[in-house]
């Protein structure tokens, strides 16, 4: 039988063994607990020292960009900032206007971060298309100008009434240069061989069958007839500039002032021609009765045809 202050052998070990080494030296405590203290000065220490560098550098960097951002200020606004106390106030505003303008990457890898509240320009930069410049080569001075002697005797075949009729392919080429001639220049520059393509035309007219081609046909007619009644009166100002010019040129050349030709002369020459040319083809007085009887229906026309009184 078992009382009950019996124990086990190895639990009274177990206890023994817990006991004692629950119970140390406060020697070796007092040892361990200087060791550990002189670690944790170490990791303070150097912990310190790291952070007083780190506070060292971003001294050092603020300082720099106080030094830039004042490099541009006049030397006469930093004695009056220093003066009024504002110096600092405006030095740590253009260091914060720095940093703001210093844009970078958290990595590598990522792109650059800009703010949003950065205004746009006015001026968006877009791609650069090439402008089309059309060229005229009427209006260009690297054509020269139009040399209208030199392009009759050029094309001086046109303007041989005595083409050889029986040579059809001939002919029919000469149609061709009269068709593109008359596009392209005017009829003043053709008015010798106007009426041979005219006649052409209107044979044209008859053989054609198309109504399509006999509609352009007789408005191409009727074109070249307007172009040729205007065509006199722009000649006969050509020929009297013409002459105008020539004389003044050698009277230029002589050594005089040139004069130059006012609107009410010209028209007073272009009179005096038809004048001078009826005179010669003996119509000038049909030409003055009709003018006489023009301007007696003039006078007629603004007569009152009663007159207004007593004697009404």
Same mark, same amino acid.
């Given at each position: 039988?078992?009382?009950?202050?019996?124990?086990?052998?190895?639990?009274?070990?177990?206890?023994?063994?817990?006991?004692?080494?629950?119970?140390?030296?406060?020697?070796?405590?007092?040892?361990?607990?200087?060791?550990?203290?002189?670690?944790?000065?170490?990791?303070?220490?150097?912990?310190?020292?790291?952070?007083?560098?780190?506070?060292?550098?971003?001294?050092?960097?603020?300082?720099?960009?106080?030094?830039?951002?004042?490099?541009?200020?006049?030397?006469?606004?930093?004695?009056?900032?220093?003066?009024?106390?504002?110096?600092?106030?405006?030095?740590?505003?253009?260091?914060?206007?720095?940093? +703001?303008?210093? $844009?970078?990457? &958290?990595? /590598?890898?990522?792109?650059?971060?800009?703010? #949003?509240?950065? !205004?746009?320009? *006015? %001026?968006?930069?877009?791609?650069?298309?090439?402008?089309?410049?059309?060229?005229?080569?009427?209006?260009?001075?690297?054509?020269?100008?139009?040399?209208?002697?030199?392009?009759?005797?050029?094309?001086?075949?046109?303007?041989?009434?005595?083409?050889?009729?029986?040579?059809?392919?001939?002919?029919?080429?000469?149609?061709?240069?009269?068709?593109?001639?008359?596009?392209?220049?005017?009829?003043?520059?053709?008015?010798?061989?106007?009426?041979?393509?005219?006649?052409?035309?209107?044979?044209?007219?008859?053989?054609?069958?198309?109504?399509?081609?006999?509609?352009?046909?007789?408005?191409?007619?009727?074109?070249?007839?307007?172009?040729?009644?205007?065509?006199?009166?722009?000649?006969?100002?050509?020929?009297?500039?013409?002459?105008?010019?020539?004389? +003044?040129?050698? $009277?230029?050349? &002589?050594? /005089?002032?040139?004069?130059?030709?006012?609107? #009410?002369?010209? !028209?007073?020459? *272009? %009179?005096?021609?038809?004048?001078?040319?009826?005179?010669?083809?003996?119509?000038?007085?049909?030409?003055?009765?009709?003018?006489?009887?023009?301007?007696?229906?003039?006078?007629?026309?603004?007569?009152?045809?009663?007159?207004?009184?007593?004697?009404?």
């Amino acid at each position: 039988m078992r009382g009950p202050n019996h124990r086990r052998p190895g639990a009274s070990t177990s206890s023994a063994i817990a006991s004692a080494s629950g119970k140390r030296d406060p020697e070796e405590d007092s040892a361990s607990a200087s060791e550990e203290s002189g670690d944790d000065e170490e990791v303070s220490s150097s912990s310190g020292s790291e952070s007083g560098s780190e506070s060292d550098g971003e001294d050092a960097e603020r300082e720099r960009e106080l030094e830039r951002a004042l490099a541009d200020v006049p030397f006469g606004e930093l004695q009056r900032a220093r003066a009024d106390g504002s110096l600092a106030a405006r030095a740590a505003s253009a260091a914060k206007a720095a940093a +703001e303008k210093k $844009a970078r990457r &958290a990595s /590598k890898k990522r792109p650059m971060e800009i703010s #949003s509240k950065v !205004r746009p320009p *006015k %001026l968006r930069e877009v791609i650069q298309v090439p402008k089309k410049v059309v060229r005229d080569p009427r209006f260009e001075p690297v054509y020269g100008s139009v040399d209208k002697e030199g392009f009759r005797k050029r094309f001086n075949f046109l303007f041989d009434e005595n083409f050889p009729a029986e040579k059809e392919v001939c002919s029919v080429f000469k149609l061709k240069c009269m068709d593109a001639l008359i596009r392209r220049c005017s009829v003043k520059t053709i008015p010798s061989c106007i009426f041979w393509y005219m006649q052409r035309l209107q044979k044209m007219i008859k053989k054609s069958k198309d109504p399509n081609a006999i509609e352009e046909m007789k408005s191409r007619i009727t074109w070249i007839d307007k172009q040729v009644k205007s065509h006199s009166q722009k000649n006969v100002e050509s020929e009297i500039l013409r002459e105008h010019i020539k004389k +003044e040129r050698e $009277a230029a050349k &002589a050594g /005089k002032r040139p004069y130059y030709l006012k609107k #009410s002369e010209l !028209r007073e020459r *272009k %009179l005096m021609n038809k004048y001078n040319e009826l005179k010669e083809a003996g119509k000038l007085d049909a030409f003055m009765e009709r003018r006489r009887k023009k301007n007696a229906s003039k006078d007629h026309r603004f007569m009152p045809y009663r007159r207004n009184g007593d004697g009404a």
